[in-house]
Nanobody, 115 residues
Framework: QVQLVESGGGLVEAGGSLRLSCLAS????????VGWYRQAAGKQRELVAN???????NYADSVKGRFTISRDNAKNTVYLQMNSLKPEDTAVYYC?????????WGQGTQVTVSA
């Protein structure tokens, strides 16, 4: 059974940085595209960034130039480096990973950015 565990969230002041980690375990097949999504209170979940198995990356316009997604296949971990954080980045951040069997979600980690 595939499990994704996010970590690294917390409270930070505007302009600060956080690095989120998503650790994958239990997958018989290689993980393909892995993405970070976020859901703010009262809003729909949205894609923040994703990275393919070939390391191609894609970012939401709102985070381009501030966030960087990367993966370490040896550690089964995908990272989201978040710099220049803004109060509007406040949300629960979720990791999603896909393989040939299905799509999987982590439990989420809260990121709160104070003004």
């Amino acid at each position: 059974q595939v499990q994704l565990v996010e970590s690294g969230g917390g409270l930070v002041e505007a302009g600060g940085s956080l690095r989120l980690s998503c650790l994958a375990s239990g997958s018989t097949f290689p993980m393909g595209t892995v993405g970070w999504y976020r859901q703010a209170a009262g809003k729909q979940r949205e894609l923040v960034a994703n990275i393919t198995s070939g390391d191609a990356t894609n970012y939401a316009d709102s985070v381009k130039g501030r966030f960087t997604i990367s993966r370490d296949n040896a550690k089964n971990t995908v990272y989201l480096q978040m710099n220049s954080l803004k109060p509007e980045d406040t949300a629960v951040y979720y990791c999603n990973a896909q393989n040939i069997v299905g799509s999987y979600w982590g439990q989420g980690t809260q990121v709160t950015v104070s003004a």
